[in-house]
């Protein structure tokens, strides 16, 4: 298969290792097993050359995700980059979490290619991180931010959540204060889910308010909104130029491959994943088998649904002449008796169709009723 950087094609790298697992974390992902590490890259290498043998390896993007892909050194992280062919405009992503890194770190590891930072700060409030589970403070967040200005990154961004037990209005407004004053070029806001598994799921006196959490994301749409930053995805903000165009590799299902535990991979419509268990990982690829442990191609309903839905998470949203097509059914009753609660929902033009603010927030209805459609 051949990919061009018109088409799109990303690369995720998964480095499942972090100094403590966050309260909310449902990933793939350990904080006692550091002395895996070596062999963990070691089989990262091995399984993308595996790749490299049957496809060129040319991305437009790629994202190393975790864990806490800032715990590797710049020289651990060169050898995985080589393997690939890599242009100068290609998108090289690195998570990081603030107490990980140093302006040393930083620069180095722009020296080898980096030009992307995505920081893990959730929260500006020192209560609400201890809440979340989060070992940094407030003050290491800034710290790191500083540190990436000063080693000369430009393509910065911030994730936040909201909606943690003991966040209040004036906390969130707070955080997102702070993160306005540090001038990101791109923010991620979550809001704060519980999943089945993670210590927080265990604790239902933490458990997030759907309403609360609605009226949180009105503000962080206005705030945004109000510095120049245009919403391009349901929980993603940019400056015109800086958004993800690894996630934009997602939304448009254009194709990509995961390397590493747990990673998934998307090519010409049928999505494959690999082990989730470290240990399964590692045996797999010490014995030369295969590191995928599951695989479907994409039925044509399934297909449609995923338009749909990823579609109508994107500004642009989706066009009429698509939606008709996915759901022929609907094309009858549009503009005539579709049910009226849309209306506050859907901004409906000649050609598209896009979510409004409440629509955003309400976003998996409107999804689920506009597919109804399809077996009425």
């Not at 949203?317 to 049910?339: A, C, Q, T, V, W």
Request: proline share 3%; charged share 25%; hydrophobic share 35%.
């Amino acid at each position: 298969m051949n990919s061009d950087i018109e088409s799109g094609f990303g690369i995720y790298i998964h480095f499942p290792f972090c100094l403590k697992k966050c309260d909310y974390c449902a990933f793939s992902t350990w904080d006692d097993r550091f002395d895996l590490v070596e062999p963990y890259l070691q089989a990262l290498k091995l399984e993308i050359t595996s790749w490299s043998k049957n496809m060129e390896l040319a991305p437009t993007s790629i994202y190393f995700g975790g864990g806490t892909p800032s715990l590797m050194e710049a020289k651990q992280i060169s050898p995985l980059l080589e393997l690939f062919d890599i242009d100068k405009d290609v998108e090289i992503t690195l998570e990081c979490n603030p107490e990980t890194v140093s302006v040393s770190k930083l620069v180095d590891f722009k020296n080898i290619g980096i030009n992307r930072l995505s920081f893990g700060v959730q929260s500006f409030s020192s209560h609400v991180l201890a809440s979340l589970g989060r070992i940094h403070s407030a003050d290491n967040a800034i710290k790191a931010f500083g540190f990436a200005k000063e080693a000369g990154f430009e393509n910065i961004s911030l994730d936040l959540i909201y909606g943690a037990s003991g966040e209040s209005d004036q906390d969130w407004l707070y955080s997102l204060e702070k993160c306005f004053e540090l001038k990101p070029t791109h923010l991620s806001a979550y809001a704060l889910t519980v999943e089945p598994g993670t210590a927080l799921s265990k604790d239902p006196l933490r458990y997030p308010d759907d309403d609360v959490q609605a009226k949180r994301y009105e503000v962080i749409d206005e705030l945004a909104e109000k510095i120049g930053m245009r919403w391009y995805e349901i929980s993603n903000w940019a400056f015109e130029g800086y958004e993800s165009r690894h996630n934009q590799i997602y939304w448009s299902r254009k194709n990509y491959l995961g390397f590493g535990c747990s990673a998934h991979s998307y090519i010409d419509g049928q999505r494959r994943w690999n082990f989730s268990s470290l240990n399964k990982y590692l045996e797999a690829s010490l014995y030369g088998r295969s590191l995928c442990c599951g695989k479907e191609d994409l039925t044509d309903k399934q297909n449609r649904l995923e338009v749909l839905m990823l579609g109508l998470r994107t500004k642009d949203g989706i066009s009429l002449s698509d939606l008709f097509k996915l759901f022929p059914k609907l094309e009858s009753i549009f503009f005539n008796s579709l049910d009226a609660s849309l209306t506050e929902l859907l901004e409906i033009t000649q050609k598209r169709v896009r979510l409004t603010l409440k629509g955003r927030l309400l976003a998996n209805e409107v999804i689920n009723y506009l597919s109804s459609f399809e077996s009425v």
